[in-house]
């Protein structure tokens, strides 16, 4: 019994958790906390679905999918990001925002709201675990997601992307100035984030139901879990969006509080953000 | 230049010296009591039914707004749990009316003041944060509020505190807005103290200790503002005129619904006052405008409303990289070199 919704819960934490990833691997070195995340996977996975319903093989609806939201993202990384590079954080944050109405705008015009599912190849897949039965996706999911987290921090510690990435998410200016290619440098972040929207969104289309509206807004747990990290440990993140995915899931087991279980996300990030900065000051140096 | 020293030296002859200093009639204050004042009395009975709805709700709106253009306007703070401060507002006053049939004045201004509170309290934990933070934290709280508020209904006559019946018993109009015609002037009467209401906040002490924030906060606290106290503030008074709206359209429809107050429209409705332009009130006004009236025209000229989503966000777009004070920014600076060029002749 608690097995079942533990190993539901880790699914979904992991997505919120990979999805956290994604969004600090872009804040860290571009320094836009993309809200158009949601919308950018919501769009690869409304497409996969309508891919498979014109019965293309799967492959197709994977490749179409993860090619559309890295599209989307490298190309809003270098056509609309660039204008607002000198901008506060909250402004390019907002900027999204716009992004993610169009995107969401237009998911909605050609998917109107209707009950769906997304199959993949790994739903008939699985295997017994302690009397619980995991599907290939869930297991999927919770694997990709440790083994991405891990892969980008190594990546970002041992590569030399990595290490100019780390260089911009010091101090964009100073790099500039000392010759790293600040604009590729982003485009590798926005493709990096880009990737793993268009894999979220496939997987949470599986896992919950391909549908924009709740698809783009998977963004907002995603950002609960990444505000755990304070949108710069992966680690942190990692644990965030897992906790929060458990808590979640287990909530549904205690009556009085079943109907709210979604809640967890914002009230796990609220004590841990209140928490956190427990010893902090109001001071006037560093950044956001 | 010269023109509008003129027509101030003119005002202030007419005005007790007092009161202009405390609370000057400047022309875009003078423009909104008038465009208001004819809009109360020439629109409403050209109107047909639908649209008459539209626009209470539209002008309903732009009372959230002002709301959302105080704390982005005058402190730079993002705030994206306006719509459920709204939805907070409606609540308390519905609740109210049902536990103690007071007048509706009464039940508006204690909607007000909780969701006051509530929005201060959405504030609290990004008070030692920067913008970013802010913005974040409200996001997770219009989505909190989009959770709770489809859990618990909203409050329909029913017993207990959560107050749900099965069939709903509706809240009666104010005494002065029976009719939709008369509801729409009570709603502009509303939306024109709110708006007052902000500037006299806006010319007095919070304004100034805003103005030396939004300037930098290390000056602000070393000239011995409280940053942290007027930040505060800006969020409560940000939450009470979200509060008067809900309220408002609690009065409007008798009851309200858990799907008019999900996270998404306190988004839209972010987007459409930075589209609109939160630095003036046409801007507000636009906003409303664009949240409710656009909507209803697009489908009325057969456009599907999911595009107006497009244009809301590509709006939004180029109102941040090209046109900070948004669309009333844009008409008013047109006016100004208008005017002048006319004046250079």
């Keep these: 019994m608690y097995g079942v919704f533990l190993v539901a819960g880790l699914a979904l934490g992991a997505i919120y958790a990979l999805s956290g990833v994604g969004l600090v691997v ?6 836009v906390l993309n809200i158009a995340y949601g919308a950018i996977g919501a769009l690869g996975a409304m497409l996969a679905w309508q891919l498979e319903q014109m019965q293309y093989p ?7 999918a993860l090619l559309v939201a890295t599209l989307l993202s490298v190309a809003y990384g270098r056509l609309v990001a660039p204008y607002l590079s000198y901008r506060e954080p909250v402004v390019k944050a907002v900027a999204t925002l716009g992004f993610a109405l169009m995107i969401l705008g237009t998911a909605n015009y050609f998917w ?31 694997v990709a997601t440790l083994a991405t987290t891990f892969g980008i921090a190594v990546f970002l510690k041992h590569t030399r992307i990595g290490l100019l990435m780390q ?11 000392l010759g790293v290619p600040v604009i590729r440098i982003e485009t590798y ?11 979220t969104g496939l997987m949470f289309g599986d896992l919950v139901r391909p549908n924009p509206g ?4 998977l963004v907002i747990p995603a950002i609960a879990a990444a505000i755990v990290g304070r949108l710069e440990s992966l680690p942190m993140t990692l644990a965030g969006g897992l906790i929060i995915g458990v808590v979640e899931s287990m909530s549904t087991l205690i009556k009085p509080i079943a109907p709210y279980r979604s809640i967890a996300p914002f009230v796990v990030a609220a004590i841990l953000l209140l928490w956190l900065q427990r010893n902090r000051k109001l001071t006037f140096s560093g950044h956001d | 230049m010269t023109e509008e020293k003129i027509a101030v030296t003119s005002e202030s002859t007419a005005l007790p010296r007092k009161s202009f200093a405390t609370f000057p009639v400047t022309r875009p204050t003078l423009a909104l009591l008038l465009s208001v004042a004819a809009l109360i009395l020439i629109v409403p009975p050209l109107l047909d039914a639908l649209y008459l709805r539209v626009f209470i709700s539209s002008v309903i709106f732009t009372i959230a707004a002002t709301g959302i253009a105080v704390l982005y306007a005058r402190l730079g703070l993002v705030s994206l749990a306006q719509v459920a401060l709204v939805g907070v507002g409606g609540w308390v006053t519905l609740r109210m009316w049902h536990a ?25 934990p990004a008070l030692r944060m920067r913008g970013l933070f802010l913005a974040l934290i409200t996001l997770m709280g219009a989505a909190g509020f989009q959770i709770l508020v489809t859990g618990t209904q909203f409050p329909n006559g029913g017993e207990g505190v959560l107050g749900i019946a099965v069939t709903s018993i509706f809240m009666p109009r104010p005494v002065l807005g029976e009719s939709d015609e ?8 509303v939306a024109v103290l709110c708006v007052l209401f902000v500037e006299l906040n806006r010319r007095t002490r919070p304004g100034r200790a805003w103005a030396l924030i939004r300037k930098s906060e290390a000056c602000a606290m070393a000239s011995g503002v409280n940053v942290a106290f007027y930040k505060a503030w800006g969020f409560a008074l940000a939450g009470f005129i979200a509060g008067i709206a809900g309220a408002l359209l609690a009065a409007t429809l008798g009851v309200l619904d858990a799907t008019t107050f999900p996270a998404s429209e306190s988004i839209l409705l972010f987007a459409l006052t930075v589209v609109g332009g939160a630095y003036n009130w046409l801007g507000l006004v636009l906003t409303g405008l664009l949240f409710r009236a656009a909507p209803a025209l697009l489908n009325d000229i057969g456009v599907n409303g999911h595009l107006a989503y497009v244009i809301f966000g590509a709006g939004l777009l180029h109102a941040l990289i090209t046109a900070p004070t948004g669309i009333a920014g844009q008409i008013l600076e047109g006016l100004k070199q208008l005017t002048k060029r006319r004046v250079g002749r």
Excluded: Q
């Design chain 2, 182 to 189: 008369a509801m729409l002037r009570y709603v502009c009467v």
């Design chain 1, 167 to 177: 260089a911009l998410a010091n101090k964009r200016e100073l790099s500039s100035v």
């Design chain 2, 100 to 124: 103690t049939g007071l007048p509706f004045e009464v039940n508006m201004l204690t909607g007000a003041m909780i969701s006051g509170v509530v929005g201060m309290l959405i504030g609290l």
């Design chain 1, 58 to 64: 799967e492959p197709v609806a994977w490749v179409a």
């Design chain 1, 189 to 199: 972040a926005w493709l990096i984030s880009g990737f793993l929207a268009g894999f």
């Design chain 1, 112 to 142: 109107v709201e209707a009950p769906r599912r997304l199959y993949l190849f790994t739903d008939t897949m699985g295997f017994e675990l302690l009397d619980v039965h995991i599907t290939g996706t869930r297991a999927l999911v919770l």
């Design chain 1, 26 to 31: 872009l804040y860290r070195s571009t320094g």
């Design chain 1, 214 to 217: 709740a698809l783009t807004f």
